[in-house]
DNA sequence: AATAGAAACGGACCATGGTCCGTTTGGGCT
DNA sequence: AGCCCAAACGGACCATGGTCCGTTTCTATT
């Protein structure tokens, strides 16, 4: 029978068994090296596994879907992103001012976005990741609304900051449009001061 | 030989022979009527070829893919909407101040997305479609805040405006944050006049 | 060490989007 | 009317994402 004593320590779900440990890891490496190698849209899943050294089936065990493992090797780029934006040096990291942290906030997010561009489409809404990685900038946002004393709906309000910084609208902007970045920057900044800025001044 | 007086004339590409404008009528309204009864994505394209009573080279050789094809069944919807805003009674169409026009804006884009939601989607970026249904709601956006005398980069205000209305954004407020729409709506309006308000009042 | 059963594995199999090419058709020209 | 050929057609074929299930491997328990 189970240890009585480690059964209400028993937070989340079982841990994976080792050799399906080693095969996440496998994979996620293989893949990064495909997509590294070929582009995002040329890595099939057939080759993921071959690379891998496993059969198919485990791909789609372990990630459910294509969509989820572009999903998961997003997740470890945007990781180092968000621990310099957690604990990194100013003005992007704790330490400036916020309204000077919103604004390196958003020339970061914008530059980092563009960059993960195409494992973010490839991504597309798989499972709570992506969920995750949105929930994360939005607490941020709010946050750094709140210490500016910012009236209204907050929640609202950071969508609104977020939402012209996704792939698609800043596709059309720098791509289909030929906006400069310089230009697409400047105007988030100045976006964000029109939030900001309280409305008897 | 060709008539040499409409030769000049001939401003686009030639017309489409009889029988091809005919499959392309047939298999619009075929994918209409599945998408109709089964859901935009339960649709496949052979179904919406053997409907029609073609055969499904005819289908992608008319529409490209299948987000071409829902891309213009998409079109259909979205006309009859740009037309209310064009030329239909204010506040949404011409008649009624800007400023008016544009909150009536908002909240009606923000319904209509959500009813295409899922061909949105599916039309994801298919060829010039999806940048044309931007481009209206830009223009349009960019023209009141003209009428509004809103100072700045006019393009990319519009932008900051028609951003949190894109269907992926909506679906995370209203969906897995479980706001209710009037929130939503509000925000927008929200965001509408603090991006409105000129600075020095 | 032996055992049992849950979990993971692999690769054949299926569904569907998309391509290709030999055949048919429409419509301008004589 | 008859000819011609560009355009359109159709459906076999291919690539790839995703599923299924019989087999193998791990690990807790005795």
Redesign the pocket.
Do not use: L
């Given at each position: 029978?189970?240890?009585p004593v480690l059964l209400p320590l028993l937070g989340g779900p079982?841990p994976?068994?080792?050799?399906?440990a080693r095969?996440r890891e496998a994979l996620l490496v293989a893949a990064q090296e495909l997509v590294d190698s070929c582009g995002v849209d040329h890595v099939?899943?057939?080759a993921v596994a071959a690379r891998a050294?496993?059969?198919?089936?485990?791909v789609?065990?372990?990630f459910e879907?294509?969509?989820g493992l572009m999903a998961a090797l997003l997740d470890r780029s945007e990781t180092v992103w968000q621990a310099a934006v957690i604990s990194g040096p100013p003005p992007l990291g704790p330490g400036a001012d916020p309204m000077e942290r919103l604004l390196a906030f958003g020339r970061s997010r914008l530059t980092t976005t563009m960059r993960h561009a195409e494992l973010i489409r490839a991504a597309g809404r798989a499972g709570s990741r992506s969920y995750a990685a949105w929930s994360f900038t939005a607490m941020h946002v709010r946050y750094l609304l709140g210490e500016l004393h910012v009236a209204g709906d907050l929640p609202i309000l950071a969508t609104a900051l977020l939402a012209p910084l996704e792939v698609p609208v800043l596709e059309q902007q720098l791509s289909v449009e030929a906006f400069p970045l310089e230009r697409v920057a400047a105007g988030w900044e100045d976006l964000a001061r029109r939030v900001v800025r309280p409305p008897g001044a």
């Open positions: 029978m189970s240890d079982p994976e068994r080792r050799d399906a095969n099939t899943m057939e050294g496993v059969g198919k089936g485990t789609f065990r372990r879907s294509r969509e």
